[in-house]
């Protein structure tokens, strides 16, 4: 058998096969490129408007009542979901959130930066298990039993939804 | 369907190299020992998992507890471009990220800052006022900055600690007689805070006073800050505004209508006889020093704020004669840093208490800073003015507060995640005195 039809068909074949249908696999769908706000159920809020976001997410608000502290729950970097609420929410780059959230606890205005999970799986479950969490996942990927909540009274997926 | 096609792509790549096993036993040795690492890997993680398990006492929700395999096996894993991020982070050692569940105990983050500089000046006769810290020497040399420590640690979830502690090279900090040059350790914050809600926290401890910008948003973190120092209104030794403040302090802040005002009130020791130190160990007469400081926020301008404060004291300083002290500032930030532009004015009022004329000395200065948008972001030229001036009636400053107006030109290269290298010259006009002009090169980094 000659050489190249053997390689094509041992190694590059299955990779590209494999690279196309990962690829696919993450392609969501319409819509899918919104990120949805999910809080755990004992949260008291069903919407937020864009600023009150921007201050949850900056560590401004840390309280949703007096006895429920915000949890973040902060995608790992690399993330899509995360690149977005960069872009949109923080307006910050990688290096500039970073230095956002050490300069944050250096002040000692909060505690600790926010919690890092590493899939919306991880997401769900830590927000449901932590009273007061707030994270941010992929809006067809929202894991069940937490709420999600509408920005600016919109939901993902519908026009004018500010993460995109 | 997500699932379904990821697995259909892992098996693809595997398919085919296993089913040509006997045909390249090369191809068979690789696969064996892939196999091999993934069991190990498998083994590890369940062995941390147990471990894991045994030691967080976070509150798990019923339905985690019910589905105990999805809860500690994620049925998608991260995406590679996320996983490699992640051990990244986990090499930089990002120190405020929390990556676990809390724990039944207080548990202490550490986190640290340090510099290293060179500096070159013309300076040839006395410094005027200027302070160690700000690198104006008639010697040519390297410079150890602070070595900082930051700890932070919350002892329930309303009340936390935190301090920031430093070791300062000083020419006298040394044992022996005369004291030989060595390091002097200081606790320059130690605060113990409960939050109530986001509109009152109360605290207890020593500060780095609230009444202007710099003092309270760098600290002494130098790699946070773009430039090598501080302005020298705000500088560490310096006597123009008591940058420490030992006492109580009642903060909080409200959306306002958009606005997002922040608060501090304060109630403290004032300065103590050297006029740069705080009352630390105990206040110098029977009047408290008191502020007030306010800042906005708003939402339709997100980067700006606008502040001012009022600051009181009374003062029986070692040099100057004993009098009441007014501060009264002003600030306003654009904390962007296309452009990142920070500007603060302070006056500072003397009355003496036997009947002498009332001073003003002022200061101010204005920093512009811009983050280049080419080769990653990682250069960010800057140039400050500043200017300090003390009237000759103002006998409590004279002799300790530089009258002189600055420029500083410098570039930021931000070499690391978490190392930045600068280079600055300064030209510094003083009054009665000599001009100075200085080349300084530092490395400020946190770790």
């Not at chain 1, 999970?117 to 894991?143: C, H, K, N, R, W």
């Not at chain 2, 790549?13 to 696969?31: F, H, I, K, Y």
């Not at chain 2, 510099?115 to 302070?131: C, I, K, R, V, Y």
């Amino acid at each position: 058998m000659p050489i190249l039809p053997t390689l094509w068909l041992r190694r590059i074949f299955p990779l590209a096969a494999a690279v196309c249908l990962t690829a696919f696999a993450n392609y969501a769908g319409p819509g899918g490129d919104d990120v949805a706000i999910v809080v755990s159920p004992d949260v008291p809020v069903d919407n937020l408007s864009f600023p009150e976001l921007r201050r949850l997410m900056l560590g401004e608000k840390q309280y949703w009542t007096s006895n429920l502290h915000v949890t973040l729950l902060m995608r790992a970097p690399g993330a899509p979901e995360r690149e977005i609420v960069l872009r949109t929410v923080y307006q910050m780059s990688e290096a500039q959130f970073r230095q956002y959230w050490i300069a944050k606890v250096f002040r000692a205005e909060v505690q600790s930066g926010p919690r890092v999970v590493y899939s919306s799986e991880m997401a769900g479950e830590q927000a449901l298990a932590t009273p007061g969490a707030l994270a941010f996942v992929d809006a067809a990927q929202v894991p069940k039993g937490l709420k999600v909540v509408k920005i600016n009274g919109l939901m993902p997926g519908q026009k004018g939804y500010p993460l995109h | 369907m997500r699932r379904v096609f990821l697995v259909m792509g892992i098996a693809a790549v595997l398919a085919t190299p296993s089913g040509a096993q006997s045909a390249d036993p090369e191809m068979r040795q690789l696969v064996e020992r892939l196999m091999n690492r993934i069991d190990t890997l498998e083994k590890r993680v369940a062995e941390l998992e147990q471990q894991n398990s045994a030691t967080h006492l976070a509150p798990v929700s019923p339905a985690a507890q019910a589905a105990p395999q999805t809860a500690q096996t994620p049925a998608i894993p991260p995406s590679p471009a996320e996983a490699i991020a992640a051990v990244h982070q986990a090499h930089e050692q990002a120190p405020p990220l929390e990556t676990t569940a809390p724990q039944a105990g207080p548990t202490m983050h550490i986190a640290g800052f340090g510099s290293m500089a060179f500096s070159a000046t013309d300076l040839h006769g006395p410094n005027g006022g200027f302070q160690p810290l700000t690198l104006l020497s008639t010697h040519s040399g390297f410079s150890e900055g602070q070595f900082v420590l930051q700890f932070s640690s919350a002892l329930t979830s309303k009340v936390s600690v935190f301090s920031e502690l430093s070791l300062t090279a000083r020419s006298d900090a040394g044992t022996g007689s005369p004291a030989a040059p060595g390091f002097n350790p200081e606790v320059e914050r130690l605060i113990i805070r409960y939050d109530w809600n986001d509109y009152f926290k109360i605290s207890f401890g020593r500060y780095h006073t609230p009444i202007n910008y710099w003092n309270t948003a760098y600290h002494h973190g130098t790699w946070l800050q773009t430039t090598i120092d501080r302005p020298e209104m705000t500088q560490f030794g310096g006597s123009f505004i008591p940058v420490h403040f030992v006492g109580m302090l009642v903060e909080g802040a409200a959306p306002a209508g958009g606005l997002n005002l922040n608060y501090n009130v304060g109630l403290g020791n004032g300065r103590g006889q050297v006029l740069s130190r705080a009352g630390d160990l105990g206040d110098i007469n029977n009047n408290r020093a008191w502020l007030v400081n306010a800042f906005v926020r708003p939402d339709q301008l997100y980067g700006l704020q606008i502040g001012g404060s009022v600051y009181r004291d009374e003062l029986n300083p070692l040099t100057g004669l004993p009098g009441r002290e007014w501060i009264e500032s002003a600030h306003v930030v654009w904390a962007k840093e296309t452009p990142e532009f920070i500007s603060e004015f302070a006056n500072v009022s003397h009355t003496p208490f036997n009947g002498g004329v009332t001073s003003n000395s002022q200061a101010f200065y204005s920093q512009l800073a811009y983050r280049l948008p080419f080769n990653q972001k990682l250069w960010k030229p800057y140039y400050r003015f500043e200017y300090i001036h003390v009237p000759e009636s103002d006998v409590t400053f004279r002799v300790l507060v530089p009258s002189f107006e600055g420029s500083t030109v410098g570039l930021r290269y931000d070499a690391a995640s978490f190392a930045a290298i600068k280079v600055e010259f300064r030209h510094y006009i003083r009054r009665d005195l000599p001009s100075i002009n200085g080349a300084f090169v530092a490395t400020d980094f946190t770790f």
